[in-house]
């Protein structure tokens, strides 16, 4: 049973920091690439940022680029964002999602993602 599970969301000021981490287990972590999209209330979900498998390309969406990072580490199975500089209209309830094919290359693509975590809220507010 393939499982990714979301944490380290929760309210940050604006300005500040959160990492978020996402543990996958079921899969070969290594064999697949992964993501992060993001959902508000009311909106689409939207393409975060995405890493190939062995972390050699990064792809961000223009919202976000320039504040935050996506890592991973293989030998444990998690994949990172690191949100810095968090504004207002970042909240949202943070997704992590494993590409469909294994081996596949990087996507922003919405439907190239078939297996979800649960999601982790983030909010950001004074």
């Known amino acids: 049973q393939v499982q990714l599970v979301e944490s380290g969301g929760g309210l940050v000021q604006p300005g500040g920091s959160l990492r978020l981490s996402c543990v996958v287990s079921g899969l070969r972590f290594s064999d697949y690439p992964m993501a992060w999209f993001r959902q508000a209330p009311g909106k689409e979900r939207e393409f975060v940022g995405t890493i190939t498998r062995t972390s050699s390309y990064l792809e961000y969406g223009d919202s976000v680029k320039g504040r935050f990072a996506i890592s991973r580490v293989n030998a444990k199975n998690v994949l990172y964002l690191q949100m810095n500089n968090l504004k207002p209209e970042d909240t949202a309830v943070y997704y992590c999602?494993?590409?469909?094919?294994?081996?596949?290359?990087?996507?922003?693509?919405?439907?190239?993602?078939?297996?979800w975590g649960q999601g982790t809220q983030v909010t950001v507010s004074s």
């Open positions: 999602a494993a590409h469909s094919r294994r081996y596949g290359g990087s996507s922003r693509r919405l439907g190239d993602y078939d297996t």
